[in-house]
């Protein structure tokens, strides 16, 4: 089952990520979801209705007395003529307003009435969202039946850093399908996704490391679990939150990568976007190396197994789809077209990593090289590629 036919009641609250409401708006019209929106007064000091009614093509409600809209479609026929209604960005207040019951404009009055499910994806500071009163409030939903998709965790528009960012909305997409009993076109497929660096010590307070953030492959992970796929993240350290809807083995070393990736086959699919380190140190010390005075110790390097050439090599437990990340500073082309004949992988992802702030910023600008040749992308954000990345990947092991 898909999610095309489905109808979604979405209510735009109040709060600096209402801009995402836009882009699940595209997602969800892209999987032949119909959207209705409902725009709160406070939404609308950050989204105009005229955005959200030209990307749903539907007339967008915000008031509760408007004679118009009462007489076209009443606020009861309203929440009722959708399949799910879902608030999102879903802030503290809506959230407080939703746990007592009261109906004082129109979105709330429409969530008191509904009898369909509800999901709601919060996003707001930190401070707000730790506040007991927040926490108690998300606790009687979640007794009442209503899906909570999690805020993601980092720096904040209000310059602090923690909890409180609304969800990327392809993992918003993949919970409202779930919650639909929608599939999506990966529904039934694992994928293994590697993401992160590894950190290999060198004594108990010293590792060798690298400056990979994730951010790729995390956002990888999530738009493909949006598309309905189980998705395994073996993800080495890094400050990200686990996405929602996507089981997280954490590791260390490329060796516990490795093993990881190993415990999780067989999959359908395995995209190797982590920065494993490729060599660790010979001989790690039990205890923390001192200066002693005399010349620097002297590290051996042994080399790291290769996880992406492990899982291409042809077998019973090959992913019918084997997709490796090359990173180069120069030769794009010719580094990458070596690289995924190498490896034996069936895609390769290349980015040139030589400008300033792609490692661990927040755009990328890849060539994907496939068997049909080499296809370069425009300077696109991290979440894009993933979007784009995920419905290829779709294509083909669907
Ligand atoms: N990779 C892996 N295991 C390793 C090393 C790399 O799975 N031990 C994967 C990465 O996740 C990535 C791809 O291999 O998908 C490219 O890794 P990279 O280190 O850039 O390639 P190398 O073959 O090491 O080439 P070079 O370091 O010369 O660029």
């Not at 909570?148 to 969800?167: K, N, Q, S, T």
């Not at 004949?341 to 069936?346: I, V």
């Not at 030589?354 to 068997?371: F, K, R, V």
Request: with cysteine.
């Amino acid at each position: 089952m898909t999610l095309a036919g489905k109808r979604v009641l979405l209510i735009v609250s109040g709060g600096i990520a209402a801009y995402k409401a836009l882009e699940l708006i595209r997602l969800l019209t892209k999987a032949g979801c119909g959207v209705r929106c409902v725009l709160t007064k406070a939404g609308a000091q950050f989204v105009t209705p005229l955005s959200l009614q030209a990307l749903s093509g539907e007339k967008v409600y915000t008031d509760l007395f408007s004679l118009t809209d009462e007489s076209e479609m009443g606020h009861i026929e309203l929440s009722r003529a959708a399949d799910l209604v879902v608030v999102a960005p879903a802030s503290a207040d809506i959230l407080a307003k939703m746990a007592a019951g009261l109906a004082d404009d129109l979105a709330t009055t429409l969530l008191l009435a509904t009898d369909k499910p509800v999901l709601a994806a919060p996003a707001m500071n930190v401070r707000m969202w730790q506040h007991a009163a927040t926490q108690a409030n998300l606790e009687t939903l979640a007794k009442r039946g209503v899906v909570i998709v999690p805020p993601d965790e980092g720096p904040m528009a209000c310059g602090e850093y923690g909890p409180g960012r609304l969800a990327e909305p392809p993992v918003i997409l993949g919970a409202i399908a779930r919650a639909l009993g929608a599939g999506g076109p990966l529904a039934g497929k694992h994928v293994i996704v590697t993401s992160g660096p590894t950190h290999e010590p060198i004594d108990p307070v010293r590792y060798l490391g690298n400056r990979s953030s994730g951010k790729q492959g995390h956002a990888i992970a999530a738009a493909l679990a949006g598309l309905g796929a189980r998705v395994t993240l073996v993800s080495g350290p890094v400050t990200l939150s686990d996405p929602f809807g996507v089981k997280t083995v954490h590791v260390e070393t490329a060796i516990e990568m490795l093993n990881a990736v190993k415990a999780a086959l067989p999959a359908d699919a395995a995209i190797c976007a982590a920065a494993v380190a490729d060599w660790r140190v010979a001989m790690q010390a039990d205890q923390k190396i001192k200066k002693t005075g005399d010349a620097p110790p002297a590290l051996t390097l042994t080399e790291n197994p290769d996880i992406l050439h492990m899982l291409a090599a042809p077998g019973p437990q090959r992913p019918r789809l084997v997709v490796g990340f090359a990173a180069e500073t120069e030769h794009l082309f010719t580094h990458a077209a070596a690289k995924r004949a190498r490896k034996n992988c069936d895609w390769i992802v290349a980015n040139n990593v030589g400008g300033t702030g792609i490692m661990g910023g927040d755009m990328n600008e890849i060539t994907l090289i496939t068997e049909a040749g080499a296809d370069v992308w425009p300077l696109m954000g991290k979440q894009d590629v993933a979007i784009k990345l995920a419905a290829l990947i779709a294509q083909e092991v669907s």
